[in-house]
């Protein structure tokens, strides 16, 4: 009887050209599931911004309504964080996307976020998409 064994060296086995392939793509999966997770955590940042923003406007419009003559530009955070909801002790701020605190003008309907110098801050481009802004 004749063994069928195969010699040593026709063994099949991972060479390491095909270790090497394979390693490449678990580094490049990987660096999908980063890219993907920065991206959604911008997206979370934009998103709490509008919220924050929609709840500023919703106090705008509430003050407005209760006092008609006062004009949208003269109006202040102090006038109205009353009818901020939630009982807020300070006007609301948002955080941008490299990490600064960022504040809200109130004196334009609806409010904006500052970038700074009285700029409105929006890096989705777009002031219609709901995100660091209140859309339309």
Do not use: C, H
């Not at 924050?52 to 003269?74: G, I, K, W």
């Not at 009818?83 to 002790?89: E, F, G, K, L, R």
């Not at 504040?103 to 890096?123: C, Q, R």
């Amino acid at each position: 009887m004749k063994s069928t064994r195969l010699p040593y060296r026709l063994k099949r086995g991972f060479t390491l050209l095909e270790m090497t392939i394979v390693i490449m793509v678990l580094l490049v999966l990987i660096r999908i599931g980063f890219v993907s997770s920065r991206r959604m955590d911008d997206w979370k940042l934009g998103r709490k911004a509008s919220e924050t923003l929609r709840s500023v406007y919703a106090a705008q419009r509430m003050y407005l309504a209760d006092n008609p003559t006062v004009s949208v530009a003269s109006l202040t955070s102090a006038l109205i964080l009353p009818y901020m909801p939630n009982n807020v002790t300070v006007m609301p701020t948002v955080t941008s996307l490299s990490g600064t605190t960022l504040s809200i003008i109130v004196t334009v309907s609806p409010p904006i976020i500052n970038a700074g110098t009285g700029v409105a801050y929006d890096p989705s481009g777009s002031t219609k998409d709901s995100l660091w802004d209140v859309g339309q």
